[in-house]
């Protein structure tokens, strides 16, 4: 989502914030700005669309102040504009805010009527006249922000900074991260770890309900009854995350071809292949003993979870319940402190995963964690971080993450089944040595497969409609693929249980509705091919991702075949992944889209 970054120096700022904000574009935004205090008043640069659009302001307008504010804007109240973009100034008060506040209509129409107007859309100036109000009334800038604090309702992350104060910068915490950094007689902020990456690796992270008074040589942090906290000081990893493209085009391209290594990885964290066996884990709960495990997250996440209760309940028998976060926050699950919950989140952050998480927590569970970011908050809230080991993923459509968040959850079911006596010695060697073969698989899709899809992707790329079908572990393949590549080439696309179609989507079936269907051939292919007999009889153009046997097998009439190599069932979903990225990535391409940041979407979902 959006991104904050704040800096108390003793030399000008705005270039060092411009640049930390573009290793938070991954996130996603529509405007970017800055303000310093220049000769005690404020400046600021702002500018729609892209940093470069603001660095070229920068050019033409320096700012030389040195301490300073930075944002990319996410827009939810208020369009994409330069108007509504950060900080937000407002009598001697700039602001950069992420995060939504709840209340702001309300305090909006307090402010309106004391004679406060207000000229952006967005709910983030109601923050900045509430302050400016509590000046005016005599209030020091510390108990401003903080007595205005008090009065918001929703998630935000805040940097606030005062005309004629060039040693502070207030930060707040409610839901969204917001970290600080240690430097010599300099300080920072920012959203996470990556944009304080180049000035240290000396993190401490704000936790929710906290806000801090950044000065150049020091941080006090409170709670907001305004009581002193103190919280830990620790290295931080963000130094692993200045990555480039490399060689490649775009950083999704980039990530896809990473995937055999970091599955490895992976894999490898939670099996032993010496020794063909599941690792033992230290973990808070006993898969022998649970009785029920739910699962939740939001997204590609959420379609990596779906995978795995297939793999969880039949591999190790165990029951899985598992719901879209945004949804299971709300319902009211009835749960039992004596059933475990995994959370799954490539940034740790996501909003919904988070509020989940926490009822889990109020009931009375124990809580797991698959997450990219050790340091985040899932991950701190959680009784045990299960990492995904993807390393740093900026493209905004996730591919080496899904992966290795499959790889997770294959190699815990595994290790439920072990715990749970439903499978045998044999059988566990059996799994592990087909799970250790995942990445020469996918080294293999990725090298022989790359000219083919790229082909077929320019020929999609003509269509406006696409269906995905896939029965069992494929099934949520066909939810990932149509996800992906309505995300970053805006086709529309819809992923399907082929035993659905008769359910009402082939309705939809003509000579102009490509259909690509996941059949690897398993027990259930001929169900499969069924189903794409009923498409070929509409006239739908078929795309069929299949192995070698089963492409042996099949008599329906393609518009265009892929072949995987034959394997075992269990790595399908994992290795079947990329063909599918692979072809939403290159139809992108072929159709211009900004494939790494396509529109309206972001990284970290940050914000119900």
Same mark, same amino acid.
């Given at each position: ?105 309300? #305090? ?110 020091? %941080? ?119 059933? !475990? ?27 797991? !964690? ?106 949520? #393949? ?30 939809? %079936? ?34 069929? %991702? ?23 069932? %269990? ?38």
């Amino acid at each position: 989502m959006c991104g904050i970054v704040g800096i108390v120096s003793h030399s000008p700022v705005a270039p060092l914030i411009v640049d930390a904000l573009k290793r938070l574009e991954y996130r996603g935004y529509d405007s970017a700005g800055v303000a310093t205090i220049e000769h005690g008043a404020l400046a600021r640069r702002r500018a729609e669309g892209k940093l470069v659009n603001l660095e070229n302001r920068l050019k033409a307008e320096p700012l030389d102040g040195t301490i300073g504010i930075g944002h990319t804007r996410w827009a939810t109240h208020g369009v994409p504009n330069e108007t509504n973009a950060h900080p937000h100034f407002s009598d001697g008060v700039a602001i950069v805010h992420n995060g939504i506040i709840e209340n702001f209509a309300e #305090l909006r129409t307090e402010l309106e009527r004391d004679g406060y107007t207000f000229s952006s859309q967005t709910d983030t100036e109601v923050v900045a006249h509430l302050i400016s109000r509590e000046l005016k009334s005599g209030a020091t800038p510390v108990e401003a922000a903080h007595n205005t604090l008090k009065r918001l309702q929703g998630a935000f992350a805040l940097a606030i900074m005062f005309k004629g104060d060039e040693d502070m910068i207030v930060g707040a915490r409610n839901g969204p991260p917001l970290a600080v950094g240690h430097g010599e007689g300099e300080m920072f902020l920012g959203s996470d770890a990556i944009a304080l990456a180049p000035f240290t690796n000396s993190i401490t992270y704000l936790e929710d309900g906290d806000w801090a008074v950044v000065r150049h040589n020091n %941080i006090a942090i409170f709670d907001m009854d305004g009581n002193k906290v103190e919280r830990k000081r620790q290295k931080s990893i963000g130094t692993a995350y200045l990555v480039d493209k490399g060689n490649h085009r775009h950083f999704m391209e980039k990530e896809i071809h990473e995937q055999p290594e970091v599955i490895s990885h992976t894999l490898a964290h939670y099996l032993d292949f010496t020794k063909s066996a599941a690792k033992p884990l230290d973990l808070p709960f006993d898969f022998a003993r649970i009785e029920r495990l739910a699962i939740s997250a939001c997204g590609t996440a959420y379609l990596a979870g779906l995978i795995g209760k297939y793999w969880f309940e039949r591999y190790a028998r165990l029951p899985v319940d598992i719901d879209i976060a945004s949804e299971f926050r709300y319902r009211e699950m009835p749960l039992s402190a004596n059933d !475990a919950a995994l959370f799954i989140s490539q940034s740790g952050e996501t909003a919904d995963t988070l509020a989940s998480l926490r009822y889990c927590r109020s009931q009375g569970m124990t809580i797991g !964690a698959v997450v990219n970011t050790r340091e985040s908050t899932i991950a701190r809230e959680a009784d045990v971080t299960l990492p995904l080991l993807a390393g740093p993923e900026i493209g905004v459509a996730s591919t080496k993450a899904f992966t290795c968040q499959l790889s997770v959850m294959a190699s815990l079911a595994v290790r439920a089944a072990v715990a749970r006596g439903t499978v045998s010695a044999e059988e566990e060697k059996a799994l592990v040595r087909a799970l250790s073969e995942t990445p020469r698989y996918a080294n293999q899709v990725l090298k022989t497969l790359d000219g083919q899809i790229e082909t077929l992707a320019r020929d999609l790329a003509h269509y406006r409609h696409v269906l995905y079908l896939g029965r069992d572990t494929s099934y949520p #393949l066909a939810l990932e693929g149509a996800l992906k590549l309505k995300e970053i080439s805006y086709i529309h696309a819809e992923g399907y249980a082929a035993g659905e179609l008769k359910h009402g989507p082939i309705a939809l %079936i003509d000579e102009n509705m490509p259909v690509i269907v996941i059949a690897p051939h398993d027990r259930i292919f001929e169900k499969t091919v069924s189903n794409m007999q009923e498409v070929a009889a509409r006239g739908g153009k078929i795309i069929l %991702i299949t192995d070698a046997k089963g492409a042996a097998q099949s008599t329906v009439k393609t518009m265009r075949t892929i072949v995987l190599p034959d394997m075992p069932e %269990i790595i399908t979903p994992i290795v079947y992944a990329l063909p599918i990225q692979m072809l939403a990535y290159f139809t992108a391409v072929f159709m211009g889209t900004d494939v790494d940041q396509p529109r309206n979407l972001a990284k970290s979902v940050t914000v119900e």
